[in-house]
């Protein structure tokens, strides 16, 4: 099935997009830290983008002026960290965008609710999406150690498989990564996104998926540029990638990302 491209309105240079959320993570005084960024942004050119532990200014804000993405990045926002992180949506959608037209099938490692997938489905089609879409999750419980999520308990796979009634080409397999590949796993995949927030997950999805992504396809891992808890992916991801002569592009948002030649 030929896939359905959204197309960028034609564009008007005299339009400024700014775009704030006070969603962050790691800040010890929230109410001091939003007062000095108000000034802040009070004292920079306009184009600033705030949230997600970004503030840049000076910039086209491209994701808002993509009608098709806002679209589909508002219509599916949940809670304030899915209204925040829509820079790194962008990059997803984007993503999604160039691998559609490639052979193989899009997955997501780590759904939680299936926003991140709904996103990308939406901005491409919807329900005439043309590829099956893979979401990997224990989903009723989260077996990363210190997190917990809420909603993440029994029936929770039910409530997130039922987001995608209309959508009956995605296929959301419920178990602990990897032995979960055993339920099923595409052959070729055009589209990877990883997002486990540990190390050990996220290496053994690699081995299983990496050699299934197509030339061209690409992978986004997203939190590979986030310090602190996240660290260890950088440590242990660094060494797999560079044994097989890729280097990660650390993307300002967060996430890693690479073309697999
Ligand atoms: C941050 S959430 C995913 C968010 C989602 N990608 C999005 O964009 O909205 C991380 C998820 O990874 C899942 N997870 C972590 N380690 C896993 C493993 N080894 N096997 C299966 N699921 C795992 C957790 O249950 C949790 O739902």
Known sequence: MKPTLPELAPLRMDAVVNFASHKYWGVSDPVR???LLDEARSLVTSGH?????LFTWGRNNSLFEDGPFRAAWEGNIQNDADHAIAWRRYIL?????????????????????GTGIKTV???LGGPAFPKTYWGFDTFDYNP???????GQEEGFHQKVQSRFAQ???????KGFIPDSFAQGCPDKVAY????LNNAAGELAALEVLFDRVVPGGMVVMDDYEWAGTYRPQKQQEDPWFAARGYRIFPLPTGQGFLIKR
């Open 33 to 35: 830290f939003r007062a």
């Open 49 to 53: 983008f705030l949230g997600d532990n």
């Open 93 to 113: 959608a984007c993503a999604g965008f160039h691998c559609v037209q490639l052979e193989g099938d899009f997955v997501e490692c780590g759904v939680y609710t």
């Open 121 to 123: 489905m939406d901005y």
């Open 144 to 150: 990363v150690p210190g997190h917990k999520f809420e």
């Open 167 to 173: 959508y009956p080409q995605v296929r959301l397999i």
């Open 192 to 195: 990877l996104h990883i997002d």
